[in-house]
């Protein structure tokens, strides 16, 4: 169905673009027309992204013509995946460009900033609107290209020419698997319309294993998964609006793309346990990582390397609802953490409670993780989110609840109290019933849109569950359980091991630097 409110949405893509090429290309313009310009194109794109949210509750998934022809050219898409997804960017796009008016000011790059902030925000609504793979690889790609500029907004700084560089690299290489993705089921469907690879998806040969592992690979290469996430810790050299856009906006991209393709991904078992256990390691170490960082921006970045690992974990167990839920709740609370993070320090001194004595026993920690696995057992069962059931949400939902084991540890003091005990665990049961809550509203609201979620599938998918529940329970007691030995040799081994990434960024960073030098004059820089 079309109505033009499909077209009123691009209306918003399309003054970004015109304001961004027009603020970098104009030698006239100021600076004062530039940010209000952008200002404007962006509550344009916030309109028109709600109007096609209304459009799309009222009248259902909304298509346009192709304008092309044999099966490529231009065409838009806005069903209820798209719906949210634009209008959380176009939100999100509203404040940054907001803030990097304030922010920027006094900077003499602010007018070509501003160009660029608008021509990346463009590119990825349009990401979002594309209606066929050939739009949808365009505007990929041109997301890249985008953030790429903004990362070299002081391309006199090292650090932002190595970030710039690695990502450009692992960036070409999901351009190619996005594309190789492309052409196959070109080949195959004789188009490049989601509709018409929607409605075969269920049909598609076991060879098409091979386009789902290629589209996985794409969006893994686009959410920094592990091994090749060091270069999203080392865009602090830019400004924080362009921080706050990539984690809370551009970096989701990998995410989206596996979700608009999941009706074809949820066929193919090793895509799936792929994402699963890529998804799971990637959540893992980001998880741990950023637990050793003195940083704020960096702590934030392994925070959003963790996030999107959880999001790719919860696709590959087949729970793609509760990962579109996952990428709302991140990106709202990761642009909030970095146009905030001046005032996130005393945020945290000020919430942290110290457990009883500063010395947490380490059986009051097993039995807090015992307890709140419990609730988590039971309120699973009630609201029908078992193991067996609906393994991606059970297994977010123990890692979630798991994070409150120190809350309920403090409860339980030296003497006992049974309302202090009560009280944290009711507070941790409100918790996981509101998390629980929300999983089904994305489910329902996401029915005719994302596949049901999946049932357990075999052994391996409960292996990796297992693996993810008890390397989270571990963390949770080795965090309560190392602060009480801080002088032990073997424990300040292992957190600088740990706070330096494992060496995996460094590692990374010599190979580029070895095939790709500096130039002469950052290289002294540097130095």
């Known amino acids: 169905m079309v109505t033009p ?3 009123l949405s691009a209306l918003g893509p399309a003054c970004l673009a015109a304001t961004g090429i027009y603020a970098v290309r104009s030698r006239t313009i100021s600076v004062r027309q530039a940010t209000g310009l952008a200002r404007a194109a962006s509550l344009v794109a916030l309109a028109g992204a709600l109007a096609t949210a209304c459009a799309v509750a009222l009248s259902g998934t909304l298509q346009s013509p192709l304008f092309g022809m044999a099966g490529i050219g231009v065409s838009l898409y806005a069903d209820r ?32 900033f501003t ?17 066929n793979l050939f739009v949808l690889t365009l505007a990929w790609l041109a997301t890249s290209l985008g953030l790429n500029r903004l990362l070299l907004f002081y391309g006199d700084r090292p650090a932002a020419l190595i970030a710039a560089r690695k990502k450009f690299l692992v960036s070409r290489a999901g351009d190619l698997c996005l594309l190789a993705a492309a052409i196959l089921l070109y080949r195959h469907f004789g188009s490049m319309s989601y509709a018409v690879i929607f409605n075969g998806a269920a049909h598609l040969p076991a060879a098409m294993d091979g386009v789902a592992m290629l589209l996985i690979v794409a969006a893994m290469l686009k959410s920094a998964q592990c091994p090749l996430h ?30 608009r393709f999941s ?4 066929h193919s078992l090793p895509a799936l346990d792929t994402l699963a256990m890529l998804g799971g390691f990637t959540a893992l170490f980001g998880s741990v990582v950023m637990l050793t960082q003195t940083s704020v921006k960096v702590s934030l970045a392994y925070s959003t390397i963790a996030q999107m690992g959880f999001m790719m974990l919860e696709c590959g167990l087949g729970a793609f609802s509760a990962a579109l839920l996952h990428i709302v709740a991140h990106s709202l609370y990761k642009a909030h953490a970095f146009l905030s993070s001046g005032s996130i320090i005393d945020i945290a001194r000020a919430s942290w409670t110290p457990s009883p004595g500063g010395k947490p026993h380490p059986s009051r920690l097993l039995f807090a993780i015992g307890l709140v696995l419990t609730v988590t057992f039971v309120l699973s069962s009630i609201f029908g989110a078992t193991l067996t059931e609906k393994p991606g949400v059970f297994a977010l939902a123990a890692v979630l609840l798991l994070g409150l084991t120190h809350l309920i540890a403090n409860g339980i003091d030296e ?16 918790a996981g019933a509101a998390y629980f809550g929300l999983q089904v509203g994305a489910e329902r609201l996401m029915a005719d849109t994302l596949p049901a979620t999946q049932a357990l599938r075999g052994p391996f998918a409960l292996t990796a569950i297992g693996l993810v529940v008890l390397s989270f329970a571990m963390v ?15 424990w300040q081994a ?34």
């Open 5 to 7: 409110w499909l077209w």
């Open 81 to 112: 995946l798209a719906a949210v997804m634009v209008c959380l960017v176009a939100f999100i796009g509203v404040i940054v460009v907001a803030y990097s008016r304030t922010y920027m000011d006094g900077d003499p790059g602010h007018t070509r």
């Open 115 to 131: 160009g660029g902030l608008c021509m990346t925000l463009s590119a990825v609504l349009l990401v979002i609107l594309s209606g």
């Open 230 to 259: 060091g270069w999203l810790i080392e865009v602090m050299e830019t400004p924080t609006p362009v921080s706050a856009l990539l984690h809370a906006g551009i970096i989701n991209a990998g995410g989206f793309l596996v979700l």
């Open 263 to 266: 009706e074809l991904i949820a």
């Open 415 to 430: 003497r006992p109290n049974a309302y202090v005990v009560l009280q944290t665990v009711m507070r941790a049961a409100f």
């Open 476 to 490: 949770t007691f080795l965090q309560g359980l190392v602060p009480t030995r801080p002088g032990a040799p073997k």
């Open 494 to 527: 292992l957190y600088a091991h740990v706070a330096n990434g494992l060496y995996m960024n460094t590692l990374a960073n010599r190979l580029v630097l070895r095939f790709w030098p500096l130039p002469i004059h950052s290289a002294r820089i540097e130095a």
